[in-house]
Every structure is written in structure tokens, then in C-alpha cells.
């Protein structure tokens, strides 16, 4: 298939050298899609259909044999050799079961060691003599170690995964998961699905995937284009907001408020004060004849554009044509015969637009968010009866600076600055958003987010329990209705594929303290880890159980808390231990990854070595966020955990 695209002559197609560039781009990019994986098959399964799909299910009637795998493939006449997993065909290879068959009668899973069969297994669904059985191809391929970035879930999807995974485009969607249930890679695998049921459209308006940092963007970066789709665009909150440049940071009770979607408010009153209403008319002059506006006429155009309480910037692109259109009115009546050409002229003549900037003078977002954080008086007109006195006076900066280069921005300022953009000028919106560890973002954020799909859907992905910002979401529906879209619907995921049963049970006593209405996470391994608790008296004890760890296969993670971080990796260093940062992908020759707990979130690790879990707690502005910081670093290890402590264990990992 790559070849025959290799193959093609596009010298006799294009009508100019602009189509051939876009033809020659396009044929590029089907190549990249095309590439082999070397140690990732072409198929996984194989299902025997008693009836050909869409057939009359007569009796006597043949079925049908199809190979399911990560993408399409074909033969050299074209015929279906493989079926794309996103097909409806191969939806019962996730969905059949012996109470409900599909019409299935054989589901074969293939296992692969370094792209090579080894082994296979055969399911007859609709043999009411064979019991039905738990996959051991299928625990192992969720068991297998991890080395390198996130791969693909084609193989092992749940039915309660595939569900989310196929839900219609058109809808809004939100996934509460708890660690190991899947949830990131349920919204990845929902992104390729869209794409291939709805490309068109998706190809036209545009898809985006939002991580929480660029380390966890890096780590699930090769998912999709193992899929074959190589167009959809990742960033950060702090990507899509980045007007300037960030180099401050708030206190977390001044973070809190600008992050609190009562802000929104302040700035819409604070861009509408720039109105003013006209106390004088227009006078137009064209050749030997003068027009003229009169001043209660302007007044009566500036109020029915406030009360449209359409945009800003769109207001004031309408109402030069508002003026000239009265203008062009008394030159009719005056039996002129003028055309739009003549109001073009007369909405671009000095004295309309002398008006305009007199009466709707043009916004600069960070001037105005700069004015309201530096001017105490400023901020308490446009604050008032929203931001308490108190509230005002936390967000002030206490060295007001001069000029939009100068200030020393954080990131919940660029969000105030984002909003007071789209407050001016309409933010461009996507086909399909999807937000992971959404449960750490605050409300403004969230509207900063639902901009970018206000004609789209989204799929919102998140563990309420793993919020770790003072300004975590309290519950899915406030989040999603400042997101803009209240109707979307709420999916719980409580099968743990990745995290051991010992591992889950343990982290899973922080819960009564951080989330006590979520549901535990069950884990579904029959492998329940290595799991152990270590009195220590020196740090060359946690290298030990480093050491220890990196003797078997996969990759080992050292999370500890983030001032904790230089003495470990000194003592590394001592050791002779070879160790990356998050982000880096791990190889076979260095696979310890040193970890600040600040980075843990969304990174997974065969085997973690957790340090000092009260340190952890102590490193954030509250117990219960440091909490949940704790409880986010328990939950990496996929195979086993070691925790060392030489500070006593926070009280609530006491057996409950």
C-alpha cells in the first residue's frame, strides 16, 4: 500500500505549482501514516461472523472471516485483507460476549512478542458447551511492561471502554476514571474513532488534545500516529492562552479568584466602560453637501449595539456602517441614488471614524487586565457587588507595572487576558476538544477551553480525586457547565486495568479523605503486584530499593516531592545511576526516570519507588491537596510499588 502511494505521478494532475504542493504534502503525509511499526502487528484478532454481516440470516446461510487490526490493509486488487478496529464489523470483537454473541461464532485474540506470533486464543461464543473464561492473552497484553511513551489500547478495549470510545461526534462527553481505569487512553482512541467515522468534517474544523504538561503531552505523543492519524494538534491550557509571555506566579489565594468565573463579569464590565455615549452629532461632508447625525440618532445606535451584547470589537466594526447607513438615508430622501460603494466611503470618511474612537475606542486585552490588577479604583468600579474588598485587594499587585513587556504575567493572568480577547474578538472554534486531567482546572480555565468548541463537542477526562490545584473542580457539572456544555454526558470507569490490586487498596485509603463520594477503583488483574511499606534511616536506602527494582524488566520511576528532588538525584549520581527527567523516553539501557511528584500526574511506570509521602503532603498550600498529590504518586506503578519513609506515614494511610 505504501508503495503503490510512493508510485503515484502527480506531474500530469495538478493545474498549477500551488495544487501540486498541497497534492505533494498529501501524499507525504499518507506515507508517514503508512509506516510499519517493527514490533507492532498488523492484526490482532480474528472474528468468524455464523452469518455475512447485513445478510439474511438464513439457515445454511455461509458467514464471513475478518482480520481486525490497527488499520485498514488491503491487497494488491484492492481487496479488504485487515479491517480497521474503528469499523462497525470489528465492533464485536470488543463488544460480544457468551450472553450476547453478535452472531459471532469464533473470536480468535493473537498474542505477538516483538511483532512475531507466538501464541493465539479462541473464544466460541456461540457454543452454549464451552464456558466462558477470562483472556490470558488479553491480561498479559495489559500486564506488559512499559518502556517508552503510551502506546495504543486496539487490542485490550473494554466493553464499557468501547462504548465511550464509539459515542456519536455530536455529543459532549465526560469520563470520571480513577487511576489505571484507562481514561486517557479511552479519549485518545476516541479521537482516532471520530476521525475515521466523521473525517471530513473533523479535517475541516479541526481537533485538539489538552494534557495538563508538556511531559505527559510528550509521553502519549506516538498513540495517535500509531494509528495512523497524524493531524490532530496537542497543547496546554498554557499553550492556547499564551498572549504573553508568563513569568510570574500567584500566591494560591490570588490564583483562586482570577480563576473564579465571577471574573468573567468584572472583565465584561470593564471592556463595556470603554463606551462612551456620543453628546454630540456627526457631520459627514461630501462634495458641496454636508450630512448630519444627529447626537440623540448615535446615542440611539450605541444602545441597541450594548444591548445586542454582541462583541466588542464586532460592535465597533458595525457601527461606522450604523452611521453611514443613516447618512445614506437622508441622501435618498433628498432624491440622491447612492449605492454601497457610497457607504463604504462615508464609514471610512475622518468624521466617522473620529466618532467611532471617540464613542468606541479600541481594546487592547492586556492593557485593560493590566489596568484592573495595577489600579485599585479601576478594579472596585468594574468589581463591585462581584470581588469583596478583601477579595480585590488579593489580587492587586503590590509593584503595578508600567507597561504589558514589563509585567511579570502568571498563567491565571494570560487566562484574564484570553477571555478579554474573546470578550473583543470571537475565538476561532474546533470539531472536537478533548481535555485530560480536567479535574485541575479552574472555571476560567474551562471557559478558556469551551471557546475553542463553542460549535463543537468535547470529551472531558478526569479523576476528581487526583486534583491537586487549590482550584480542582467539586463535582463534574459545574466544570462542564463552565465549559459550555452542561448537557454533555457523565461515564464512571471503575475497572482498573493497570494499577495491582495491593497497590489500589492501599492508595485507595486516602479517599474517605480527598473525594469520599467517588467509587474505589476495582483492579481486574489477577496479578495483584509487588507491594511493600520501609522504615529508612538514609537516602542511599531509597537507591537501594531503586537498584532493586531495576532488576527486572520495564521501567522504574523514583516520585518524590519536588524539594526532595536534588538530594535524590545527587545521590543517583553517587551511585553511578543513570536516571532521566519526565518526558524523556525511557530505553533499555536507562530506564529510571526521577520524578517531582508535581510531575507525577498521568505518567505510568511498571515499578515506582515513592519517597517520603508526608514530604509529598507537606509540599502543597493545603493537607487535602497535598493529599491528593500523594494519592495521585501512589497510583504510577503498574507492577509494583516500594514506599520508603523515614518521617512518619500521614495518619490516613493508617489501616482504616
Excluded at 403 to 419: C, H, P, Q, Y
Aim: with cysteine; net charge negative.
Amino acid at each position: 500500500m505504501r508503495e503503490d502511494v510512493e508510485a503515484l505521478d502527480i506531474r500530469d494532475v495538478t493545474a498549477n505549482w500551488v495544487n501540486a504542493e498541497v497534492l505533494a504534502h498529501q501524499i507525504g503525509e499518507r506515507i508517514k501514516a503508512l509506516a510499519d511499526l517493527s514490533d507492532t502487528p498488523l492484526f490482532f484478532g480474528r472474528l468468524d461472523y455464523l452469518h455475512a454481516p447485513g445478510a439474511a440470516k438464513a439457515e445454511g446461510a455461509e458467514g464471513e472471516r475478518f482480520y481486525i487490526g490497527r488499520r485498514h490493509v488491503h491487497d494488491a486488487d484492492g481487496d479488504p485483507m485487515v479491517i480497521d478496529w474503528r469499523a462497525p464489523v470489528s465492533q464485536p470483537f470488543y463488544r460480544a460476549s457468551k450472553t450476547d454473541p453478535l452472531d459471532i461464532g469464533l473470536r480468535r485474540r493473537f498474542g505477538y512478542t516483538g511483532g512475531d506470533l507466538t501464541a493465539y486464543e479462541d473464544e466460541h461464543l456461540s457454543d452454549p458447551a464451552e464456558e466462558a473464561a477470562t483472556s490470558k492473552l488479553l491480561q498479559q497484553e495489559i500486564e506488559r511492561p512499559r518502556v517508552g511513551p503510551m502506546r495504543d489500547i486496539v487490542a485490550t478495549i473494554q466493553p464499557e471502554q468501547d462504548e465511550i470510545v464509539r459515542s456519536d461526534l455530536a455529543g459532549s462527553l465526560c469520563v470520571q476514571g480513577g487511576p489505571g481505569t484507562g481514561k486517557t487512553a479511552v479519549g485518545l482512541h476516541r479521537v482516532a474513532y471520530l476521525l475515521y467515522a466523521h473525517r471530513e468534517r473533523l479535517a475541516r474544523t479541526g481537533t485538539l488534545v489538552i494534557g495538563p504538561n508538556k511531559s505527559f503531552l510528550h509521553y502519549i505523543e506516538q498513540v495517535l500516529p500509531a494509528l495512523g492519524e497524524l493531524e490532530v494538534k496537542q497543547a496546554t491550557v498554557d499553550d492556547l492562552v499564551a498572549h504573553v509571555e508568563v513569568r510570574g506566579t500567584d500566591e494560591a489565594a490570588a490564583a483562586v479568584i482570577k480563576g473564579d468565573a465571577r471574573m468573567a463579569e468584572v472583565l465584561r464590565r470593564a471592556v463595556r466602560s470603554h463606551v462612551t455615549l456620543p453628546t454630540e452629532g456627526v457631520v459627514v461632508v461630501r462634495g458641496s453637501r454636508r450630512w448630519r447625525v444627529a447626537a440623540y440618532e448615535l446615542e440611539e445606535m450605541v444602545r441597541e449595539l450594548l444591548d445586542r451584547d454582541i462583541r466588542y470589537g464586532a460592535a465597533r466594526e458595525a457601527l461606522p456602517q450604523r452611521i453611514a447607513h443613516a447618512v445614506l438615508v437622508q441622501m435618498e430622501r433628498s432624491g440622491e441614488a447612492p449605492d454601497d460603494r457610497v457607504q463604504d466611503a462615508v464609514a471610512r470618511s475622518a468624521a466617522v471614524k473620529a466618532a467611532v474612537k471617540e464613542i468606541w475606542p479600541p481594546v487592547d486585552p492586556a492593557k485593560l487586565v493590566l489596568r484592573l490588577l495595577a489600579d485599585a479604583e479601576f478594579l472596585a468600579v468594574h468589581a463591585d457587588g462581584v470581588l469583596t474588598e478583601d477579595e480585590r485587594k488579593t489580587i492587586l499587585w503590590t509593584k503595578p507595572a508600567r507597561s504589558v513587556k514589563a509585567a511579570r504575567w502568571s498563567a491565571a493572568d494570560a487566562v484574564l487576558i484570553d477571555e478579554t480577547t474573546d470578550l473583543v474578538q470571537r475565538t476561532h472554534s474546533l470539531g472536537h476538544v478533548v481535555i485530560d486531567e480536567a479535574q485541575d482546572l479552574s472555571p476560567m480555565q474551562y471557559r478558556a477551553v469551551g471557546r475553542r468548541c463553542t460549535t463543537g463537542s468535547a470529551t472531558v477526562l478526569g479523576d476528581l480525586a487526583q486534583g491537586t490545584t487549590p482550584w480542582a473542580t467539586r463535582s463534574w457539572q459545574e466544570a462542564l457547565t463552565h465549559l459550555g456544555k452542561a448537557e454533555a454526558h457523565i461515564e464512571e470507569l471503575t475497572a482498573g486495568f493497570r494499577v495491582p490490586t495491593d497497590v489500589i487498596t492501599y492508595a485507595s485509603r486516602l479517599l474517605p479523605h480527598i473525594a469520599p463520594g467517588l467509587t474505589p477503583v476495582a483492579s481486574i488483574r489477577e496479578n495483584p503486584g509487588f507491594f511493600a511499606v520501609r522504615d529508612i534511616t538514609e537516602d542511599s536506602q531509597v537507591i537501594g530499593a531503586c537498584e532493586e527494582l531495576l532488576r527486572n524488566e520495564g521501567s522504574i520511576g523514583l516520585i518524590a516531592a519536588d524539594a526532595r528532588v536534588p538530594a535524590l538525584a545527587e545521590a543517583l549520581t553517587a551511585a553511578g545511576l543513570g536516571f532521566l527527567a519526565p518526558g524523556e523516553e525511557t530505553t533499555y539501557e536507562t530506564r529510571l526516570t526521577l520524578v517531582p511528584a508535581s510531575l507525577a500526574k498521568g505518567l505510568e511506570y511498571d515499578y515506582v519507588v515513592l519517597d517520603e509521602p508526608q514530604a509529598v503532603v507537606d509540599g502543597e498550600p493545603d493537607e487535602r491537596t497535598g493529599l491528593r498529590r500523594l494519592y495521585v504518586a501512589l497510583t504510577r506503578a503498574v507492577s509494583g510499588l516500594i514506599v520508603t519513609h523515614a518521617a512518619p506515614l500521614p495518619p490516613q494511610l493508617a489501616q482504616p
